[in-house]
């Protein structure tokens, strides 16, 4: 079926510097998930960012 809106997520990813680098073990969280003002549901995720040369 065709794909639907369900809402927006706010989040913050966890930056790594040292792209080898293994700690911290980054672990799952949940977010909120808003449509407008209202309530939508809850996404489970861990979000990194990798610093490429």
């Known amino acids: ?3 639907d809106f ?3 997520v706010q989040c913050s990813p966890f930056v ?3 792209p080898d680098e293994i700690k ?3 672990k799952l969280k949940w977010f ?5 003002r209202d309530d ?3 996404l489970l995720a861990a979000f990194e960012l ?3 040369n």
Request: no cysteine; net charge positive.
């Open 40 to 42: 939508a549901g809850e």
């Open 1 to 3: 079926g065709a794909p």
């Open 50 to 52: 990798f610093l490429v």
């Open 16 to 18: 790594r510097l040292v």
């Open 6 to 8: 369900l809402g927006r």
């Open 32 to 36: 909120p998930i808003k449509r407008g």
């Open 24 to 26: 911290p073990t980054i």
